[in-house]
């Protein structure tokens, strides 16, 4: 099953990545002002939210990564040799 | 008896000489580096000017004269590890912003008419100086690079953890962190409609500034500075390069993904957003608008974008 992990120090509690899940699997903590995953069981590990946190602060875990094979291929190279 | 030192030489290239100053911010951590590797050739630290065999070769800024093209090879040749330090080596940074421009078009705005200097003489230097490209190359088109450390210039930490990363033969801790992450500011929903310039009003302390109006290149940037701009008061303008995800996706882009988050925040439009961005490429997209992996993108107009903004 995918696992959504959020880093609550990066978070900066803009509320996009609840408002994009197709699955609501996110909800927003207005105490703290930021985003707790609600039901995890409902991950479709589409990687919406993922993609559009301005903070990077979501991953995933355990899930099936599809191939892009539109991706810029010399950067996917390159990126694995950044410090 | 302890370890032999690991061998450093460093070489700079078109730039402006603030990462190498970097090496030097690392204060007292530089004793640390020090126990383990001996820096043989530097511009700024040591008087050797040759090329002794290293394991490991800094080179920061990228590639605009037949000199610099000259001494990468040199370094490569003398080096078994290549490092492209700083954003100017890694993307072609400040000095790739010259893409914007002919070569012609820059020396004449230097040397020949220039508002702020004497030109009366008219002379544009020719002797005991480079040949200028007529263009700037990143560093990896010109010779191999084995590993890049973006950021202008990158901060002492994560300077020191590279080095010492590669004396210890271990990952780098670095990761594919935007600059939101370590900013300090909250981002909230406002109704805010229309783009600020940075002149324009006192931005809110504890806000991030695309909810406030103002565009931040934040998101769409990756830390290797820990986000020193907004903590302080200034959006961040992207120095130290675009998000992998931007490089790596054709669809993706620093005027989309910006509009994208900016739009979500506010009542700004997102085709307000990309507008705008167009109409100040040439700051916008300033740091790695030389690198092929941006120059190449199908969606980077930058002259037809220029060209919209010149004739009006
Ligand atoms: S990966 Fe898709 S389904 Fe899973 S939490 Fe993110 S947006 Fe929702
Ligand atoms: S998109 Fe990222 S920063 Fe925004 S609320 Fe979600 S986790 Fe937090
Ligand atoms: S990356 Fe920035 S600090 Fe480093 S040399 Fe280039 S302009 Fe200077
Ligand atoms: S966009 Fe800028 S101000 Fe907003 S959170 Fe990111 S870095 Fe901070
Ligand atoms: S402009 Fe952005 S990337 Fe550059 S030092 Fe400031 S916060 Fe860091």
Not at chain 1, 38 to 57: E, G, H, Q, R, V
Not at chain 2, 142 to 152: A, E, F, H, S
Not at chain 2, 219 to 226: P, Y
Not at chain 2, 244 to 272: G, K, W, Y
């Amino acid at each position: 099953m995918a696992e959504v992990l959020i880093k609550k120090e990066a978070c900066r509690g803009c509320q996009i990545c609840v408002e994009v899940c197709p699955t609501e699997v996110l909800a927003f903590d207005e105490a703290e002002q930021k985003a707790v995953v609600k039901n995890a069981t409902d991950c479709i590990a589409c990687l919406s939210c993922t993609y559009i946190c301005p903070s990077t602060a979501i991953s995933q875990q355990d899930f099936h990564s599809v191939k892009n094979f539109y991706r810029d291929l010399d950067f996917s190279v390159k990126a694995k040799r950044y410090l | 008896m302890s370890e032999p030192k690991i061998k450093l030489n460093t070489e700079w290239l078109s730039v402006c000489g603030g990462c190498h100053v970097a090496l030097v911010d690392l204060h007292e951590k530089i004793v640390d580096v020090m126990k383990v590797i001996e820096i043989q050739r530097s511009p700024l630290l040591t008087d050797e000017k040759g090329y002794p065999p290293a394991q490991i070769g800094l080179i920061t800024g990228s590639v605009r004269t037949d000199h610099d093209r000259e001494v990468a090879k040199a370094m490569r040749a003398s080096c078994d590890k290549i490092i492209a330090f700083g954003t100017c080596a890694v993307y072609g940074g400040i000095p790739g912003a010259a893409l914007a421009h002919t070569a012609e078009d820059i020396l004449d705005r230097v040397y020949l008419n220039n508002p702020s200097t004497d030109s009366s003489k008219g002379v544009v230097p020719n002797r005991l100086v480079p040949k200028m490209d007529a263009k700037i190359t990143p560093l990896d088109e010109v010779i191999d690079v084995d590993l890049y450390l973006p950021g202008c210039p990158p901060h002492a930490a994560f300077i020191f953890d590279a080095l010492m990363s590669l004396t210890k033969d271990r990952d780098p801790r670095a990761k594919e962190e935007s600059i939101c992450a370590k900013c300090n500011r909250l981002m909230k929903k406002t109704d805010v409609s229309q783009i600020k310039s940075v002149m324009d009003g006192m931005p809110d302390e504890d806000t991030c500034f695309l909810s406030q109006g103002y565009i931040c290149l934040g998101s769409v940037t990756l830390n290797r500075c820990a986000a020193p701009c907004p903590q302080n008061g200034v959006v961040c303008t992207g120095c130290a390069g675009p998000m992998p995800q931007i490089l790596t996706e054709p669809n993706r882009d620093i005027r989309t993904e910006v509009a994208a988050r900016m739009s979500a925040l506010t009542n700004i439009p997102p085709m307000d957003v990309v507008n705008e961005i167009e109409k100040s490429a040439k700051s916008y997209y300033a740091y790695a608008m030389a690198s092929g992996m941006v120059r190449n993108k199908p969606t980077f107009l930058i002259e037809k974008w220029i060209e919209q903004v010149e004739k009006v």
